[in-house]
């Protein structure tokens, strides 16, 4: 994705940003939701392990497609966030300062990335309240609409904010590392094919668009973003599913400290691993290609 674009864009262009994100974000959502649900899970039951875990969703709540419960919200919520999320960092990015500089560049991409996250996670938060709690088996929701009607009721307005900081924690610094390091991981891949020029076909070292050089990108930067940020998805998580044990982000952090030692901060990573680098992956790559389309 271009850095140096125009400050003024196309309407055309700036839908395309929004066509490109809602693609990118469906995709990704349908596909990885049964880990997504199985994360939810695994970090709410601290102590089940993941095969028992699986056994219990398939037995209990109606096979194997009990694994895509709360698909419907979490589409909504990627579908519709991603859109918005590569509006607003391409609207930052077109009126931000440009410069040759690559510590410039990437401190441009790590805070822009992060603060275009924490705006579009604030509109979005019910929506992911909504999710955690349905995916859950904490609470008796039989239909998205039951869960509604028990947030209003019991906690109002508030309650669908619930968790709203600790998430910005945890998504602000994943999406400004995860730009930053997909950003510098394409750049050094494109350097290192630079020193194999003579071996490798014109298309792979000059096309910025070239999938596989994307994919890979994607998948390193979503590793490192998602393993460094866990702890904070983990304290999330909880806080969503169990406001009167958790009351507040510290609180929860101190007694998971001292209930299960640093390794609580660990539940749920080789999942949440997995989904997000996956998911990030596919994201990124679907908007570029989609906007490369369009740009030909």
């Not at 899970?41 to 694994?67: A, C, D, M």
């Not at 940020?229 to 999330?236: A, G, H, I, Q, R």
Request: glycine share 8%; net charge positive; with cysteine.
């Amino acid at each position: 994705m271009s850095q140096s674009a125009s400050a003024v864009e196309p309407k055309q262009k700036k839908v395309s940003h929004l066509k490109a994100g809602a693609l990118g974000g469906f995709l990704s959502s349908a596909a990885l939701q049964p880990l997504d649900l199985l994360k939810t899970r695994l970090q709410q039951s601290q102590h089940l392990p993941l095969p028992q875990i699986i056994q219990n969703v398939v037995r209990k709540e109606g096979g194997i497609t009990s694994l895509w419960k709360g698909t419907l919200p979490s589409i909504l919520r990627s579908t519709t966030g991603s859109s918005c999320y590569f509006y607003v960092l391409n609207w930052m990015r077109r009126y931000n300062p440009q410069s040759n500089s690559s510590s410039f560049k990437n401190t441009q991409n790590f805070w822009t990335g992060g603060l275009s996250r924490a705006i579009v996670g604030f509109a979005f938060m019910p929506v992911t309240v909504i999710k955690v709690r349905y995916e859950s088996n904490y609470y008796s929701y039989t239909t998205i609409g039951s869960s509604i009607k028990s947030i209003w009721k019991k906690e109002g307005i508030p309650g669908f904010f619930h968790g709203f900081g600790v998430t910005a924690i945890r998504d602000a610094p994943h999406a400004g590392l995860y730009v930053y390091f997909y950003e510098l991981s394409k750049e050094t891949i494109h350097n290192l094919l630079g020193h194999f020029h003579e071996t490798l076909p014109g298309d792979v070292l000059h096309n910025p668009y070239n999938n596989s050089v994307n994919i890979a990108s994607g998948m390193v930067s979503g590793i490192i973003a998602t393993t460094i940020t866990n702890p904070f998805d983990m304290l999330k998580t909880r806080v969503q599913l169990q406001p009167e044990l958790y009351k507040n982000f510290l609180y929860c952090a101190k007694r998971v400290y001292i209930n299960e030692g640093i390794y609580g901060f660990l539940d749920g990573l080789a999942l949440r691993v997995l989904r997000k680098s996956v998911s990030s992956t596919i994201t990124w790559s679907v908007y570029e290609w989609a906007m490369h389309q369009n740009d030909t």
